[in-house]
C-alpha cells in the first residue's frame, strides 16, 4: 500500500496539466495581474521603487495584448473602453486633469 501511494504521488508530481492556448493565456494573464498587485502593495506598504512595478507591467500589457489575440478581441474596441475609463476617471477622480 504504501508503495503503491508512493508512486501514485510521484506520477502526479511529474503529470503536466494540459490547457489549450486560450486557457493559458487567461491564467497567465491572472497570474501578471496578482504579481502588478504584489509590487504596488510593497511600493505602498515599504516604499519600494517603481523598477520592479515597471517590470510586472511590461509583463502584464504584453499578456493583455496576447490574450485579446487569442480570444479574438478587437484592439480598437479595448481602445474604446480605455477612453471610456479615462473620461469617468477625469469625472471621478484627481488623476486626470479637467
Known amino acids: ?5 508512493k508512486k501514485k504521488q510521484k506520477q502526479n508530481q511529474t503529470m503536466k496539466f494540459q490547457l489549450n492556448k486560450k486557457e493559458e493565456c487567461l491564467t497567465i494573464l491572472m497570474e501578471e495581474c496578482g504579481e502588478v498587485i504584489q509590487e504596488a502593495s510593497k511600493i505602498m ?3 519600494n521603487d517603481a523598477s520592479k512595478l515597471t517590470k510586472e507591467l511590461g ?7 496576447l490574450t485579446a ?3 479574438g478581441i478587437d484592439s480598437v474596441s479595448i481602445g ?3 477612453n471610456e475609463k479615462r473620461e469617468k476617471l477625469k469625472k471621478y477622480s484627481n488623476l486626470i486633469d479637467k
Open 45 to 47: 506598504r515599504f516604499g
Open 80 to 82: 474604446v473602453h480605455a
Open 69 to 71: 489575440n487569442h480570444l
Open 59 to 65: 509583463d502584464l500589457q504584453y499578456m493583455i495584448n
Open 1 to 5: 500500500m504504501v508503495t503503491w501511494l
